[in-house]
């Protein structure tokens, strides 16, 4: 740009400055607060305060913006023209500015079906680096989020539920098939699986006794410590003989009698594959219209 156009002229610089004194996101003026106050310890902004260029050239404007960082809770007046900054200012302001950025693509994607006066900014919802639960609606938009350098994807989608959503991944490839006007159903990604405490105590037990779990062993061991934090014993050790049963007619525990039960040695990995199947059982729904195939994709 500078080669094809030209050094910038002051007065150009200043006049860019001012237009992004009230901007909610980090700016060029935040930069320089923050560089006087990491070199001086605070910043001076009274007319003699500074020996700084930089600070002199732009004081007006630093004042205006030092104003606004307080508004933000980012920085104190500490008297008359001198101003401190508050730790890491940057992540905060920078969340404002994605925060501003996603509530401009979410309004125009609103703008451009037509339902920009149904939703307004309270009824959007910002999911993070992942959604908690299941997404189901209309794609309104799809696109780069951030600059034209970013890596990461962003869908606006208009939920089943009267909520606009906006989600984000860096793993665009999840998102491939995925087109505006498509109904779709994002699942969360289900957290790793991890043996249940009960599998754990089942096995512990058996270990020692040549793999035979015995309800009323555990009962013994287990009492003074269950009764210690209010407990129940005898409903403690009932839910290990559910969770036995449950096992038993999976095929991967063997019921000997009532106070004998023969475990395998890999009884939590069992237990593990046991409850992904359970689960296997309910998967979520699939949405159709009449023009768009639904896609639906873990997040």
């Excluded at 001012?18 to 990491?38: F, G, K, P, T």
């Excluded at 491939?176 to 790793?192: A, E, F, N, T, V």
């Excluded at 449950?246 to 890999?266: F, Q, S, T, Y």
């Amino acid at each position: 740009m500078t080669l094809e156009l030209g050094q910038q002229s002051e007065l150009e610089i200043a006049e860019k400055l001012r237009h992004e004194v009230e901007a909610e996101r980090l700016i060029r003026l935040d930069r320089m607060l923050i560089a006087e106050s990491q070199e001086q310890g605070m910043i001076d902004l009274r007319p003699d305060g500074s020996d700084s260029y930089t600070v002199r050239a732009n004081r007006s404007l630093m004042i205006d913006r030092a104003k606004r960082l307080e508004r933000y809770g980012l920085a104190d007046e500490i008297g008359t023209g001198r101003w401190t900054i508050r730790d890491d200012p940057e992540q905060t302001l920078r969340a404002l500015g994605e925060r501003r950025d996603i509530i401009k693509t979410t309004h125009r994607a609103l703008e451009d079906h037509g339902l920009a006066e149904e939703r307004g900014a309270r009824d959007c919802i910002t999911h993070g680096k992942s959604i908690t639960e299941p997404v189901v609606g209309r794609v309104l938009a799809k696109g780069l989020s951030g600059d034209e350098m970013s890596d990461r994807l962003h869908l606006v989608i208009d939920g089943v539920d009267g909520h606009t959503h906006y989600v984000e991944t860096a793993e665009i490839h999840r998102l491939d098939d995925i087109q505006r006007g498509h109904i779709i159903s994002l699942d969360p990604i289900p957290p790793k699986s991890k043996p249940r405490a009960s599998d754990i105590n089942i096995l512990d037990l058996a270990a020692n006794n040549d793999g035979i779990y015995r309800p009323t062993d555990h009962l013994e061991q287990a009492r003074a410590k269950i009764e210690r934090i209010g407990g129940d014993p005898d409903a403690f050790i009932r839910s290990h003989v559910r969770r036995l049963e449950a096992l038993r007619r999976a095929g991967h525990v063997e019921r000997i009698d009532a106070d004998h039960w023969k475990v395998p040695n890999d009884l939590p990995e069992r237990g593990m594959a046991y409850d992904a199947q359970d689960r296997a059982k309910w998967p979520a729904a699939g949405f159709v219209d009449t023009k768009t195939v639904t896609e639906t994709a873990s997040y």
